[in-house]
Structures are given as C-alpha cells and as structure tokens.
C-alpha cells in the first residue's frame, strides 16, 4: 500500500514536472508582412521518365486523378528531372515509337542512373497538356540541355517543339534548361556553370520569337546538392557569368536525404529540418533578391532515389513536407515544386490506388488555409521540437474573412505541448484542424484523420468537406508527433484584410 502510494506521489510529481514544460508560448509579429509568396506557391512535378513510359501507369482519364489534382489548382506542373536530358520531340512521329526504359531505371538513384535517348511523340504532347488545361494547372516544361553543337546548346528540338505547341495554342507558362548540371559528372558529362549561363541566353534568343513566351518565367539552373562545395560553385559561376540575368526565378533543388537511409527519426529530427533553411540562405547569399528573381525549390521532397519506401508516402513525411512549406515561405521563396504528384514513394497520390496520400491531405488543407503574406514567428521552445508559421488565411479558397490568420506547425515531442497565444486576449478563439495518423502502424500509417475523422474520397470520388474546424478558447494541446493548422479568424491583423 505505502509502496503505491509512493509511486502515486512519483507519478503525480512527474506529471507536475512535466506540465511546466508541456507549454509553448507563441508570438507572431503581425505588424510586418516579412514575405509575400505566389499564389501557385505549393506546386508539384512530374517527372519525364512518365513520357519515356507512356505515363506508365498513369492515367489522365482517371475521374480520381483528375479530382485531386484540380483540388490543388491553381498550382505549376513541372515536368522535368533527369529524363528531360535524354528527350527529343518528333511531331512526324504518328506511332507509339518511344522507347520503353526498363522499369527499374524509373525514379532512380540519380548517381546509378543509366539513361537513354527517347522521342515523345506529338499524342503524348498533345496529352499533357490537355491534362493541364484541365485540371487548371500552368506547364512548365524541362528542355533536352545535351543536343549540342560545338559546346553550345542546340536549340533546334526545342523550336520544333515550340513551333509545334504555339500552332496548337498550349498555355505553356514557362521553360527550364536541363536538370541538375551540377552532378552531370556522375553521368560523364561536364558543362559548366558559365556555360549553363550561355545556354540559358540562347534559350532566351529564342523565346524572343514567341510573343506568348518573351516574358514569360524561365527557371534554373536547377543545382541539386547544395550542401556541396562544388555545387555551390556551380550556382556562383552561373551567376557571375550572368545566368540570373536570363531566369526569371533561380532554382535549386533540395532533398534531406538519401531514400534507403531514411528512417521515422530523421523525417522528424530538428537539426535535419534545419539543413534546408541553411541552403536557401546559402542561395539567397549567391543570388541576391531583388537584384535577381526570388529563388524556387524547382524540385523538393523528403528523400531522393523515388523517396523513401513506406515512408515518404506516409504520414511521417507531413513533418517534412509542412516544414518545408513553412521554412521556404519564411525564407523568401516563391515557389515549392514538390516531387512529385505521382509516381515513386513522394507521390502526393498513390500509384497503386490513385488514392489520396497523407501529403495530398495536408497539401490540400494548406492550399484551402494558408495565404501569401508570411508573418515572423517566435517560440519559446528553442530546440526546434516545436515549429509554427503564419500566414494571413487565404480567403480565397476558405470562408475565412479578412483579417484572419493561419498559424500551422508540428510537435515534435514525444509529448503534447499547450500552445498559447500570448498576444491574444485569454477568450479568443481558435479553429482547429489537427491531422493525426489513423491505426497500429502510427506514423507509418498511410491513413490520415482531421480533428479525428479519417479522410478519403466520397464513393463518388469528390474530395469531402474539410470544413470541421475544432473550436477552442484561448490555448489549444498539440498533440505528441503531429502536425496541423490553427486559424484565427478574429485575429484582426490589419495586413490581412488588404490581401489574402
Ligand atoms: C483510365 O481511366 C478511364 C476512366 O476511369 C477508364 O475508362 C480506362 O479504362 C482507364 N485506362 C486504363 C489503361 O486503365
Ligand atoms: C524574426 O524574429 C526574430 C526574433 O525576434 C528575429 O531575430 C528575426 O530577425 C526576425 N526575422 C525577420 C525576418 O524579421
Ligand atoms: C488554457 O486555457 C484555459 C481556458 O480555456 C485556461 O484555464 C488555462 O489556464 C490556459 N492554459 C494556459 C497554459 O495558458
């Protein structure tokens, strides 16, 4: 009896330990709008090795496909990746001559890629770009950069293809030069950054001949690996030799990690999500705004080599994902392509199912949110376990009225946290929208629950209402491992009601 009382005592001391630092304040600077971003600022991929496969198993008449990816309009579909280096448009072509790449070679490890030469074919053109009108989503497209002549770029493939989408009348609304020059090396090839430059100038000289493109947006050079010397001074030679001068947005490429080396603990380790602010800053450094466009993630997602088997399509990866979105708002970028809408373990939609994966969930939720104007955010958890980001709310796509804001974050503790607004008065209001993973596989789960109701498409593939905030008063508990959106609708904040 004495010995369960003294365990009672334990415990209930614990509990009393605890709650002092199962609290986090948070403080938004409203008074300054830090950053305003796109409005197609969550954008997705798709990556060309689907053209090399006649889109595999993707099918553009999927009344399914097509559902999800409307809800994600308005929004960019780049399509590009390493395949673009190896395809070539014929519009003579009436038959299915394209070469078919073992599947393996799909959405592989880009260092053990072993790519060939393909032809996309004027039907499969013509394909893609019907998607795209209507799904209500703006094509960028990724240009073949090794047709070349005399160590120039050789623009004759691209002009057929340009000749051939002008006749047809494609809204393309913008163009890109080869993918991740940097790591050519891996695949035998070396074209410098000062030579990407010159590239990117011929590309110019020839969108000059198109008044529907001539100011039009031009990305690149589309480094990847950041994180090293060398690509950093890829980036810097491209930009001494003038290649900002040319894209309209510079991009780079980011992935945490390596797809087979990734576990549950490095999709939510602090000092991991911390690597990706780091290499925008080291971007921002090499190519300034506003002398140079606003930086882009041209192609981002938790893990490359096809993402992370049983992870990257799981809710774990939201802690990525959202964090991602929040750091890069922060930061300044105006854009974030995520790799990818489908295909490999980051397809925001199954491959197997066309069903929903939690990414698309919390895309979709945070499409409908959050706005474009970025707020300074500051917590007194200094560890990094608990993160938050504001925006005005987007009362475009939410009933949210103007003024309102949108706070959405994570707790990465292995326990709830309170969260207090400090600067609100004690009975504000809160509208909650927390997903938690559903079922025994945790944050394994491929299943995902708004404010504990399991999300899925209707029966007749229309997206269900989203529209079920939990109301609360003043604080709210962040559940453990969780991540979701808090909107303040009396917030008030008078930089939100001139714009979303
Ligand atoms: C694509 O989807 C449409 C509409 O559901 C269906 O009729 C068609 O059979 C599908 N095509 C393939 C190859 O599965
Ligand atoms: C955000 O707030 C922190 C802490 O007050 C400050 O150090 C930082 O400079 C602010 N950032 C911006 C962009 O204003
Ligand atoms: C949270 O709000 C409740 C009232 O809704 C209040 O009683 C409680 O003290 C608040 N907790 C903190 C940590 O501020």
Redesign the pocket.
């Known amino acids: 009896m004495l010995y369960k009382m003294i365990l009672l005592l334990v415990l209930y001391m614990m509990k009393m330990t605890y709650s002092e630092h199962g609290k986090t304040n948070v403080m938004i600077d409203t008074d300054t709008v830090i950053e305003t971003v796109s409005d197609r600022f969550l954008s997705v991929t798709l990556d060309t090795s689907f053209i090399q496969n006649n889109w595999a198993t993707l099918?553009f008449?999927?009344?399914k496909v097509q559902v999800l990816a409307k809800a994600l309009s308005p929004c960019y579909l780049r399509v590009g990746g390493s395949s673009a280096d190896y395809l070539q448009f014929d519009p003579s072509s009436q038959s299915e001559s394209y070469q078919k790449v073992p599947k393996e070679f799909i959405l592989t490890d880009r260092i053990n890629k072993k790519l060939t030469n393909f032809t996309m074919i004027a039907r499969q053109w013509d394909e893609l770009n019907g998607f795209a009108e209507m799904v209500g989503w703006d094509l960028i497209f990724d240009l073949n950069s090794l047709l070349r002549q005399n160590g120039q770029w050789l623009p004759d493939n691209a002009k057929l293809l340009m000749d051939y989408t002008s006749q047809k009348g494609y809204k393309i609304v913008g163009w890109e030069l080869g993918n991740e020059p940097d790591v050519y090396k891996d695949v035998g090839i070396n074209i410098t950054g000062a030579q990407r430059a010159k590239d990117y100038s011929i590309l110019h000289s020839l969108l000059n001949h198109y008044p529907q493109w001539r100011n039009g947006i031009v990305i690149g050079p589309s480094v990847t690996m950041l994180v090293k010397e060398i690509s950093r001074k890829y980036l810097q030679d491209f930009v001494d030799a003038g290649g900002p001068d040319i894209v309209t947005n510079p991009t780079f490429h980011h992935y945490y990690d390596y797809g087979p080396s990734m576990t549950v603990p490095k999709f939510m380790a602090p000092d991991i999500l911390s690597n990706l602010p780091w290499q925008i800053n080291v971007a921002k450094k090499i190519a300034p705004f506003p002398l140079y466009g606003k930086f882009w993630l041209g192609e981002t997602s938790s893990a490359w080599g096809g993402g992370a088997a049983g992870l990257s399509d799981r809710y774990v990866a939201g802690f990525m994902w959202l964090d991602k979105l929040g750091i890069s708002a922060s930061l300044g970028v105006d854009v974030v392509v995520r790799q990818t809408f489908y295909g490999g373990s980051y397809g925001l939609i199954d491959t197997k199912t066309s069903n929903p994966n939690p990414d698309f969930w919390l895309s979709y939720l945070y499409k409908k949110l959050v706005g474009r104007s970025v707020f300074n955010v500051t917590m007194d958890d200094n560890k990094g376990y608990v993160r938050m980001y504001t925006h005005c709310t987007n009362t475009l796509r939410s009933d949210y009225k103007p003024g309102s804001i949108t706070v959405y974050g994570m707790n990465l503790r292995p326990e709830p946290t309170t969260v207090v607004f400090t600067q609100f008065k004690p009975d504000v209001k809160l509208h909650l929208y927390l997903l938690e993973p559903v079922g025994v596989d945790s944050l394994k789960s491929q299943t995902v629950a708004l404010n504990g109701r399991t999300l899925s498409l209707n029966p007749d593939f229309s997206l269900p209402s989203m529209d079920y905030p939990e109301v609360v008063t003043s604080n709210f508990t962040f559940p453990q491992q969780s991540f979701g959106f808090i909107v303040i609708p009396e917030a008030n904040v008078a930089a939100c009601k001139v714009s979303s």
Do not use: G
């Open positions: 099918n008449s999927s009344p």
